[in-house]
């Protein structure tokens, strides 16, 4: 089994909300991330976490705020978001880190703030 | 950072005629992987292919890595293979470990 799950699948949010994203994976990989997508560009690479630890953060606005909180599961906190946050935001896994292995994504959630 | 650039930008065809995607990249990678983004945004994993052949039914790709290369081959197309097809690679040799980059894609339209 290869799938990663990611709820909600749509999101609408004010600039002063809370919300969070959350991300699945059951086929015990140690390596996490978050990609954001904007309307007709590729994915890019906001965070990665491995072993649940924090180790890549693409220079993120601290709204975004991601959790590990074990082994299958990451988060996106989200605070206090702009309307150019709206995107697509995807979650993928991998066996671990380094590469190489193969990335798994999710369906992703699209977000719009408002 | 590592670039990766992928050719055509855009691509329109009748169903069932072949085509070709390009993928160049500017260094040298330990992880290349070509996927289809859906129109529901879903990344479906095509192709893992750091180096050499792989075929999948009517999908192949061919990644020549000493020459920075891969290519993506779609045979006998069909309507539901529109959708966006990426390219994406990981630096060897870099820091970012897991750093997937993408190329800007390539738009295929397939016409019944």
């Known amino acids: 089994d290869t799938e990663v799950t990611q709820t909600p699948k749509h999101l609408v949010m004010g600039m002063t909300n809370k919300k969070s994203l959350k991300c699945e994976q059951h086929?015990?990989?140690?390596?996490m991330y978050w990609y954001k997508q904007k309307a007709k560009k590729p994915p890019e690479l906001m965070f990665v976490?491995?072993?649940?630890?924090?180790?890549i953060n693409e220079s993120v606005p601290s709204r975004f705020s991601p959790e590990c909180p074990n082994s299958s599961l990451l988060n996106l906190h989200l605070h206090a978001l702009q309307p150019e946050d709206s995107a697509l935001y995807l979650c993928?896994?991998?066996?671990?880190?380094?590469?190489?292995?193969?990335?798994?994504f999710g369906p992703g959630t699209r977000l719009t703030v408002t | 950072g590592i670039q990766v650039e992928q050719s055509p930008p855009d691509l329109i065809l009748q169903e069932g005629a072949n085509s070709t995607l390009r993928c160049n990249f500017s260094?040298?990678?330990?992880?290349l992987q070509w996927f289809h983004q859906n129109p529901w945004g879903q990344l479906i994993n095509l192709f893992y292919i750091p180096s050499g052949t792989k075929q999948n039914g009517r999908l192949s790709a061919t990644t020549v890595a000493t020459e920075r290369y891969s290519l993506l081959y779609i045979s006998s197309s069909q309507t539901t293979d529109s959708g966006v097809y990426f390219c994406?690679?990981?630096?060897?040799?870099?820091?970012?470990?897991?750093?997937?980059?993408f190329g800007q894609g390539t738009i295929l339209t397939v016409h019944p």
């Open positions: 260094d040298s990678v330990n992880n």
């Open positions: 993928a896994s991998s066996q671990a880190r380094n590469s190489p292995y193969e990335q798994y």
């Open positions: 976490y491995s072993y649940e630890k924090l180790s």
């Open positions: 994406a690679v990981n630096n060897a040799g870099g820091t970012s470990y897991g750093k997937l980059t």
């Open positions: 086929m015990g990989h140690r390596a």
